[in-house]
């Protein structure tokens, strides 16, 4: 089984603007040191996945095509940085219609579980609301809190610190 770090993408490796969605490349902004430390948890020896809630599919905003060139953009520079990305997981769904895989809901972290045969108590997610802590939970996924310019990099010093 091996070992995976989780991320949320908007507010952990993207500018987040509260309310608002990106709904183009042109809006999508790197946080500060997130390629970097990406990168430098792509070497670690951990599988790094990327979880994400997109309800502007569903709200209409954008379309899977749409999301599809945002996330091809995104990981082409994660990998220019020297990261990789195993795989993105996202959610198309509202709120109120109650699926299984919005987060807080795990079907997405199951999903890659059975896909990657994932070690869950020895691997993490970083989320950048404290409701993701519930997830990560219900998972049995360590926990770590990042927001903002610099909080994926100091969390990835954390887990590769505290192993």
Request: charged share 25%.
């Amino acid at each position: 089984m091996d070992r995976a770090v989780f991320l949320d993408r908007d507010g952990v490796i993207n500018r987040l603007n509260r309310g608002s969605y990106v709904t183009s490349w042109g809006q999508f902004e790197f946080l500060e040191g997130a390629k970097e430390a990406i990168a430098k948890l792509s070497g670690s020896g951990y599988l790094v996945f990327i979880i994400t809630n997109q309800s502007a599919i569903n709200r209409g905003f954008l379309s899977e095509a749409g999301l599809g060139v945002i996330h091809n953009n995104m990981l082409c520079e994660i990998e220019a940085a020297g990261g990789r990305i195993e795989r993105i997981y996202h959610c198309p769904h509202r709120p109120d219609e109650n699926c299984g895989c919005r987060k807080p809901e795990t079907g997405l972290f199951q999903q890659a579980g059975a896909e990657y045969g994932i070690d869950f108590p020895n691997s993490w997610f970083v989320g950048d609301f404290e409701s993701d802590r519930e997830v990560a939970k219900r998972m049995g996924l360590r926990f770590i809190l990042a927001e903002g310019d610099g909080g994926l990099r100091k969390a990835v010093e954390r887990i590769l610190a505290e192993g």
